[in-house]
Each structure stands twice: as structure tokens, then as C-alpha cells.
């Protein structure tokens, strides 16, 4: 997302967009209906430590209150166009994120807490009820994708946390593993990757905890087994592969701002009048497809979350 080398958006749209290039390598997965994950095996053929224990719990029930006027982006598309430094700064980096170890995988929550406590992923997927949802997701890149997540509200997760009432701010927190994921080797990066969001953002009915896409387990390049997705918000703030959740204070520095202040901060809702500076934020490039299609304030979701900004105009919002 920073400097140094050509990224997505500074290239031509036509060869941004990786369908071609995906489908004549795995044309035969993708002919085969199969994702990446699904894989041509029977899941028994998987050997036992492969096999992901919550495979059980999907495909879930869509709730259609989120349903979007977009066509959903093709999977194989999806699984190679993706943002997860720990891996690499380049998009095709499903191969390298199988590296991710998924299992055994703890949460742990701390800061102004009744009680700070650690809970397994497995226990904590018992404890929510999963619901399917399909939102829009728009890259400060300005690319965007339509994505069938799977997961629980961060309302009930923060509800099963236990803040106090003091709290003023969720903080999320990536894994630190420079072993299991290369890119924390790389110095340049302020790892771990954290990002965070207000109490009233966190408990709005659209903050997404997720656990599944497609209708299974979440892939790991898309941050397995759970990562945040807050769909009218720039895609850096949906951390990915969270391991601690903290409730705060003072409002937490998230990576993007303490590598790149001027650039990128703490609210980051899409806006199109808003510029990056360095590029236009009107319009973004439809992932799977060659169209340009305009951005949309708050990302077509003002009526859901246009409410928690009011009285904040002077806070720089959009960045
Ligand atoms: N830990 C971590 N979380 C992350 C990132 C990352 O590099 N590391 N990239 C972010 C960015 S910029 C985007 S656009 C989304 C991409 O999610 P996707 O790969 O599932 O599309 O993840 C976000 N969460
Ligand atoms: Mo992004």
C-alpha cells in the first residue's frame, strides 16, 4: 500500500484485474467448482491436522438485511487478489498464507475488562451464532470486491468480552510470528498489525467479526480463522488473523497511520471527495471485471453508520 514499487492501482486496470491470468492456471479447480480450500479431496482424505475442525459449522443462513445490488466477486478471483503484508506486499500471495498455522488459535481479551480472559477459537464459534452476509469491500487502492462472509457481529463479541464502562475504544491485534509469516522479517513495518475502532463504531449492527467466506471456513489468505470486516470503511481497517482484543482509552495508533500519518489515519471511512493524496478516491476498479464503477460515500452504507459521525465534522474522517 506504500511507496517504493509499482502496486495494483498504479497499474492499467486491464492487467489489475487477475481472472485471466487465474483461471488458465487453475482452470482446472475453478472448472471443478472447487475453491482452493475445498480442494478436489474428500475432507476425510485431508490428513488430521490439515483438516479444519469448524468446517461443520458452514455454510450458515444468509441474513438478506445486507444484501447488495453487486454481483458477488468470483472466489478464485477473491483467493489471489489480496492485502496481508505478513505474507507479502504483493496480491498473489494465496500460496505463501498457507504457511498460516490456524490451530491451536487463541483470542485473548485484556485491557478495561471485568476480567481479562483467553478463549479457543473452536470454544468461542460454540459460543456465537454464525450468520451468513454479503458486503461490498472497497481497498483505499480503490479496488472493490462483493464478498459472502460468514461470521458474528462484533456487537455480541464485544458483549461477551465484558468491557467497562470506561472503555472508549476497541483495539485489535494480529499475531506476531515472524517464522510462520515472512513478512514480519521486514523491519520497514511497525508489526504487529493493529487496528482499532470507537465503542459506538464496534457495537453498530454492521461490524463484522469473520470466521467463513463462501459458504466455509475462511481461507487464510484472507485471515483465518477471524478477522473484522467494517464494510463502509477503507479495507485496511479489516485486521485480519486476530489473536488479542484489547478495550481502551485512548484511541490506538493503527499500522497504516504509524508507518504513514499523512496518509493514511484513524477513521478512514470511504468517501470518493475525499483524495488519498496521492490518488483520486472517486471512483474504484470492480474486481472480476473490467468496469469503474463510482465510489459511494461511506461505501453505499450512510444509513447504517452515517449517525456516528455527527458532531465529529472536524476529525479527518475520510482518511
Ligand atoms: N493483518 C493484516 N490485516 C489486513 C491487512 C494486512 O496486510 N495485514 N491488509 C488490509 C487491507 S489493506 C485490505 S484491503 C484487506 C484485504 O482483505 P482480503 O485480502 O481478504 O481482500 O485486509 C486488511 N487487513
Ligand atoms: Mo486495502
Redesign the pocket.
Known amino acids: ?1 506504500l511507496i517504493r514499487r509499482k502496486k495494483g492501482w498504479e497499474i492499467p486496470e486491464r492487467e489489475a484485474t487477475p481472472e485471466s491470468v487465474f483461471l488458465n492456471r487453475r482452470d482446472l479447480l475453478a472448472a471443478g467448482g472447487f475453491g482452493l480450500a475445498g480442494f478436489a479431496l474428500p475432507r476425510g482424505a485431508l490428513a488430521a491436522e490439515d483438516a479444519d475442525p469448524s468446517a461443520g459449522l458452514y455454510p450458515a443462513k444468509r441474513n438478506d438485511r445486507y444484501t447488495v445490488d453487486r454481483p458477488i466477486t468470483p472466489e478464485e478471483i ?1 483467493a489471489h487478489y ?5 505474507y507479502s506486499t504483493d496480491k498473489e500471495l494465496a500460496d505463501a498464507a498457507q504457511a498460516l498455522k490456524t490451530r491451536p488459535w487463541t483470542i485473548a481479551f485484556g485491557g478495561m475488562v471485568e476480567a481479562p480472559r483467553t478463549v479457543g477459537i473452536d470454544d468461542l464459534l460454540k459460543a456465537m451464532k454464525l450468520e451468513e452476509r454479503v458486503y461490498r ?1 472497497r ?2 487502492e480503490a479496488w472493490s ?1 462483493t464478498v459472502p462472509w460468514t461470521g458474528f457481529p462484533l456487537a455480541d463479541l464485544v458483549a461477551y468480552a465484558k468491557p467497562l464502562s470506561g472503555a472508549k475504544y476497541i483495539r485489535m491485534e ?1 499475531f506476531m510470528n515472524p517464522e510462520m509469516a515472512p513478512g514480519q522479517n521486514q523491519p520497514f513495518y511497525p508489526w504487529p ?1 493493529v487496528e482499532g475502532l470507537t465503542m459506538a463504531e464496534a457495537t453498530n449492527e454492521l461490524a463484522f467479526m469473520v470466521t467463513g467466506v463462501y459458504g466455509k471456513p475462511l481461507l487464510k ?3 483465518a480463522p477471524i ?1 473484522l470486516h467494517t464494510p463502509w470503511k477503507y ?2 481497517k ?4 486476530i489473536v488479542k482484543i484489547d478495550f481502551v482509552e485512548e484511541q490506538p495508533l493503527n499500522f497504516w497511520q504509524q508507518l504513514q500519518s499523512s496518509e493514511y489515519g484513524f477513521w478512514a471511512n470511504v468517501n470518493p471527495e475525499v483524495p488519498h493524496p496521492r490518488w483520486s478516491q472517486a471512483s474504484e476498479t470492480v474486481l472480476g471485471s473490467n468496469e469503474r464503477v463510482p465510489t459511494q460515500l461511506f461505501n453505499g452504507y450512510a444509513p447504517f453508520v452515517a449517525d456516528l459521525y455527527k458532531g465529529l465534522q472536524d476529525q479527518p474522517l475520510y482518511m
Open positions: 500500500m477473491n489480496n492485502n496481508f503484508y505478513e469491500h481497498c483505499v470486491m494480529t498489525y489468505q484472507m485471515g478477522r479495507g485496511f479489516s485486521v485480519k488473523s
